[in-house]
């Protein structure tokens, strides 16, 4: 046992010595997460990391919403809450952060074989497919100039299929999220092409969000415990297990 995951014991020890419960929301955006979080299997990165947390005399509840009134609900909860952010997402979940990060996300542009990726406004003339509500750093100005040719849809299946169907002729997305939608429908990827997406939104971390008034000791508690999962290669192979 590393001398961190016993100082995280001997916390954990300590609160549940207080013998004092305290409710902590664990926020949870429906559908569009996967696999950041799968709601309807009860998994996901972010639920299979919290599961591997020793959080005693913490009642942690579940509370899965569409994506927009989990945001506003992160902004009006009046119980502390947690779920996950970006110092790159312009909303509650990039004020408080975990030190350590969960993952590193990349995004890519999608294409049928055949569309050749030239630049971002030769795509933007033929249409280009994102999903509603998400946050796109980078992209915003380069949207504003052609507005009129960006598709927003509610599921990445609905944006797969506009693509396939030469409706547009790009989506734009995090390649674990892409990969993870194109395996659940089976997806010919022969018929697909990736493009390095970098050089308009580039690469950032995604870490663990709390709230502010998030308790100071089951903070560090998970700081240490998540600092331990990273070492110790166990969030590595939550990771893997999505891809």
Request: hydrophobic share 40%; aromatic share 10%; charged share 20%.
């Amino acid at each position: 046992m590393s001398k961190l995951f016993a100082i995280a014991l001997l916390i954990c020890s300590a609160i549940v010595n207080a013998n004092t419960v305290i409710d902590i929301t664990y926020y949870i955006s429906d559908k569009s997460s996967s696999p950041i979080q799968i709601p309807s299997e009860n998994s996901g990165i972010v639920t299979d990391v919290l599961k591997q947390l020793v959080l005693p005399n913490v009642n942690l509840e579940y509370k899965t919403l569409p994506f927009k009134r989990m945001i506003l609900m992160l902004e009006k909860s009046k119980t502390p809450w947690i779920t996950y952010g970006s110092v790159q997402w312009p909303d509650s979940r990039s004020h408080s952060l975990s030190a350590t990060p969960l993952m590193t996300v990349q995004h890519v542009l999608m294409t049928t074989s055949e569309v050749p990726y030239n630049s971002i406004d030769d795509i933007l003339d033929k249409g280009l497919v994102l999903i509603r509500g998400f946050n796109y750093p980078g992209l915003i100005n380069y949207i504003n100039k052609k507005p009129e040719n960006v598709y927003y849809v509610k599921t990445h299946e609905a944006a797969i299929e506009m693509v396939l169907k030469n409706r547009v002729a790009a989506f734009v997305e995090m390649k674990s999220r892409l990969i993870y939608h194109l395996n659940k429908l089976t997806i010919n990827r022969e018929s697909i092409a990736f493009h390095n997406f970098s050089s308009i939104i580039p690469d950032y971390d995604v870490n663990l969000s709390f709230s502010k008034d998030f308790p100071k000791v089951y903070r560090s508690s998970i700081e240490r415990q998540l600092y331990e999962l990273k070492k110790t290669g166990r969030l590595e192979a939550i990771l893997q297990k999505y891809k």
